[in-house]
């Protein structure tokens, strides 16, 4: 008698008509009629144009989306999503804007609106910046990051990710060095250095330029920083003090205790006790009517 080894059920199709791959398929059964093949071929087409019609409808949902990172990579399209299209390029980030009524550097926006830009020294550990991000996104808040540019060369997911959020992302230079310190020549290449990492990542030179290791920039540093391109230099009113470690209760009450309409607020990535201070902090916020936004948005 000769027996016909076939699977002991039809291979489950995935949504690109494979085999589901189980492992426990082989095992001896008689050879199907043929009569019958033509209506279970039948049966696996509608099979999968059931499952991508499903796929379909659960992209077309619409809203904004409170947290990227959270997104599944399989529920989008591959024209939103750039690693299931290769060929896809990210669109360039915004560029710096010159804003005429504002300073040359900027400590404060408008007072007479109710908005703040807390802003952020981008270093440190990525997971813990990641964290910041979330929390901030969780309470619909939008904030502006100054990343240093060789953090960026060690975590380079990170710019896109800012970005991803609604974020503003900025230059901080390049090893966050005493840049006032320095000669013409290595405040330069400060500056240009993180300007160059910025645009490989993200195809813009940042929307902002803050100086390293001070609140304040020389008058030969800011005139650098207009050479690389950056119309204004963005200083605060408001310094968290968070790299102290102090708490994060005393975090929250330095924060509050300076903000008022228009506040720009120094705070950092890196510090466990941020992230533990910041839902209280945007609480609080939201509670005497300040929105947390971006330093463009702050200015616009």
């Given at each position: 008698?000769?027996r016909?080894?076939?699977?002991a059920?039809?291979?489950?199709?995935s949504?690109?008509?494979s085999?589901?791959?189980?492992?426990?398929?082989?095992v001896?059964?008689?050879a199907?009629?043929?009569?019958?093949?033509?209506?279970r071929?039948?049966?696996?087409?509608?099979?999968?144009?059931?499952?991508?019609?499903t796929?379909?409808?659960g992209?077309?949902?619409?809203?904004v989306?409170?947290h990227?990172v959270?997104?599944?990579?399989?529920?989008?399209?591959?024209?939103?999503?750039?690693?299931?299209?290769?060929?896809?390029?990210?669109?360039?980030?915004?560029?710096p804007?010159?804003?005429?009524?504002?300073?040359a550097e900027?400590t404060h926006?408008p007072?007479?609106?109710?908005r703040?830009?807390?802003?952020?020294?981008g270093?440190?550990?990525?997971?813990?910046?990641?964290?910041?991000l979330?929390?901030?996104?969780?309470?619909?808040?939008?904030?502006?990051?100054?990343?240093v540019?060789?953090w960026?060369?060690?975590?380079?997911d990170?710019?896109?990710?800012?970005?991803?959020?609604?974020?503003?992302?900025?230059?901080?230079?390049?090893r966050?060095l005493?840049?006032?310190?320095?000669?013409?020549?290595?405040?330069?290449a400060e500056?240009?250095?993180c300007?160059?990492r910025?645009?490989r990542?993200?195809?813009?030179?940042?929307t902002?330029?803050?100086?390293?290791r001070?609140p304040?920039?020389?008058?030969l540093?800011?005139?650098?920083?207009?050479?690389?391109?950056?119309?204004?230099?963005?200083?605060?009113?408001v310094d968290?003090?968070?790299?102290?470690?102090?708490g994060?209760?005393?975090?929250?009450?330095?924060?509050i205790?300076?903000?008022?309409?228009?506040?720009?607020?120094?705070?950092?990535?890196?510090?466990?006790?941020t992230?533990?201070?910041?839902?209280?902090?945007?609480?609080?916020?939201?509670?005497?009517?300040?929105?947390?936004v971006t330093?463009t948005?702050?200015?616009?």
């Amino acid at each position: 008698m000769v027996r016909v080894i076939t699977p002991a059920r039809p291979p489950q199709p995935s949504l690109d008509g494979s085999s589901d791959g189980s492992p426990d398929g082989n095992v001896a059964r008689a050879a199907p009629d043929p009569r019958t093949v033509p209506d279970r071929r039948a049966a696996l087409r509608s099979g999968v144009a059931l499952a991508a019609g499903t796929l379909a409808a659960g992209c077309s949902t619409t809203g904004v989306v409170a947290h990227p990172v959270a997104v599944s990579r399989t529920a989008v399209s591959p024209s939103a999503n750039p690693s299931a299209n290769p060929s896809a390029k990210p669109a360039a980030a915004p560029a710096p804007r010159r804003f005429p009524q504002q300073p040359a550097e900027i400590t404060h926006g408008p007072r007479d609106r109710p908005r703040v830009a807390l802003t952020f020294h981008g270093q440190g550990d990525p997971a813990v910046a990641k964290a910041v991000l979330g929390e901030a996104e969780k309470a619909g808040a939008r904030v502006t990051v100054l990343a240093v540019g060789s953090w960026l060369e060690e975590h380079p997911d990170i710019a896109r990710r800012i970005l991803d959020g609604g974020h503003d992302l900025g230059n901080h230079t390049l090893r966050h060095l005493a840049i006032n310190a320095m000669s013409e020549a290595d405040a330069e290449a400060e500056i240009r250095g993180c300007a160059d990492r910025l645009r490989r990542l993200t195809g813009s030179i940042g929307t902002w330029f803050r100086p390293s290791r001070t609140p304040t920039a020389s008058a030969l540093v800011a005139g650098v920083a207009r050479r690389v391109g950056y119309p204004h230099v963005l200083s605060y009113d408001v310094d968290s003090l968070d790299y102290t470690s102090p708490g994060a209760p005393a975090v929250t009450r330095q924060v509050i205790g300076g903000v008022r309409d228009g506040s720009v607020v120094s705070l950092h990535f890196g510090y466990a006790d941020t992230v533990a201070a910041l839902p209280a902090v945007l609480e609080e916020l939201g509670r005497r009517g300040l929105r947390a936004v971006t330093t463009t948005e702050l200015l616009s």
